[in-house]
């Protein structure tokens, strides 16, 4: 081995080319190189901040095994309902835009007159359900009278859908939140199209309900008995997805919504209750905060998600209540209770009571299991002889 002019010995002078394979090999053997598997490979998306996202339609599916009896169809009726206020939630977001409240006196491609809004939402739920396949009766607080569904795709059809199309919808024009609840039941008569009978069930006979409120943002919220979930509308992707799990209501709430309006025309347990809410006691948390939209949907929505009461009691000028036992005050009773909350007509479970007119009306007490039940108390400590 000769030497270089300062001395090192030849061997240590390599070039850059001849250095790399060295290098590349001696790495090796210090970190060999593995191939993952393909659950390994997923490992090292998760850090990429991928959010996995569960829409209604999937959410429906997944949750199917809870009714071991269903071929599926209740699942369609739900995804049709969830199509139909896609559809309705797009019109309201344009009523401000043109004047849709109203008839416009314009007629549209079709000939056909355009409608009020709230006639609208009617015709798109009417239409999906009768599409859909899978209601044999509709019936709306929009119609007079049920509408019983004779088409042949229906023939096997099993479910009972009552709706109110779009609660609220006086506060359309002031871009105030509005909403849509249904109820559906399964039938009692045998086959054809349903009958009147298939609606008056008592609301604890629902196998499904829920409501959309359209709102600073759209969220669906449903029950089939097992949990309450809701899902809020991406207008990105165009699907509702599942944003707030198992939904339970605080078993006691700081919120009363009542339109105090009314106040003089209200039973003594009621006027009673209202006193209460807004007397000072630190250590029940009072007063109260009273918070009223005149919109149903919204009403119960945040007390659902916040705790709070939602009151509308028999009045002098509406002695049997204002809101509708079978499209308003059933469905919300149903999650209400789902989500661990109680409805009352401020005696009586609602969901018990029976209907006997398809447009019944009832007084109803909604929201905290607490709360209601101070309402239920103040009402019984101070009996009105002019109401009930
Ligand atoms: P609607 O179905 O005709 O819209 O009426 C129901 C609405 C509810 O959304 C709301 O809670 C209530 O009526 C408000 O009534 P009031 O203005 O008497 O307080
Ligand atoms: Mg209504």
């Given at each position: 081995m000769g030497a270089t002019p300062d001395g090192l010995p030849v061997q240590q002078q390599h070039s850059i080319e001849e250095t790399i394979p060295v290098t590349q090999a001696a790495a090796k053997q210090v970190h060999p190189v593995k191939v993952l598997s393909w659950p390994e490979k997923l490992t090292l998306i998760k850090p990429m901040n991928i959010q996995p996202i569960n829409t209604l339609g999937q959410f429906i599916i997944e949750r199917q095994s809870e009714f071991p009896y269903s071929k599926g169809q209740l699942s369609r009726l739900l995804r049709d309902i969830g199509i139909a206020s896609k559809i309705v939630n797009r019109e309201v977001n344009k009523a401000g835009l043109v004047n849709i409240l109203g008839d416009t006196g314009e007629t549209n491609i079709q000939g056909e007159k355009v409608k009020k809004l709230d006639l609208f939402a009617n015709e798109q739920f009417k239409a999906a359900l009768i599409a859909g396949g899978e209601c044999c009766v509709f019936a709306s607080e929009e119609e007079e009278d049920i509408l019983p569904i004779e088409n042949p795709v229906s023939v096997d059809a099993k479910y009972v859908v009552m709706i109110d199309p779009l609660d609220g919808s006086s506060n359309i024009d002031v871009n105030v939140s509005v909403g849509t609840i249904f109820s559906i039941y399964r039938r009692v008569s045998e086959n054809g199209p349903g009958l009147l009978s298939d609606c008056l069930?008592?609301?604890?006979?629902?196998v499904a309900a829920g409501y959309v409120v359209y709102g600073s943002s759209t969220m669906l919220v449903y029950t089939t008995g097992h949990g309450v979930n809701g899902f809020t509308l991406d207008p990105s992707i165009g699907e509702f997805c599942l944003s707030h799990p198992n939904i339970r209501i605080p078993e006691d709430g700081k919120i009363y919504s009542v339109n105090e309006g009314n106040y003089i025309h209200f039973p003594q347990g009621i006027k009673k209750y209202i006193k209460y809410c807004q007397a000072y006691d630190e250590p029940s948390s009072r007063a109260y905060n009273s918070r009223y939209i005149g919109s149903m949907v919204a009403d119960f929505h945040r007390n659902l998600l916040k705790g709070g009461v939602f009151i509308y009691p028999v009045t002098g000028k509406a002695p049997k209540g204002k809101l509708r036992l079978c499209y308003e005050c059933n469905p919300l009773a149903f999650v209400v209770e789902q989500a661990g909350g109680k409805a009352s007509d401020g005696y009586h479970r609602i969901l018990e009571i029976e209907p006997t007119d398809l447009h019944q009306r009832t007084p109803v007490v909604l929201g905290s299991k607490k709360m209601v039940e101070k309402v239920e108390w103040f009402l019984k400590e101070f009996p009105d002889p002019g109401f009930f």
């Open positions: 069930q008592k609301g604890m006979h629902q």
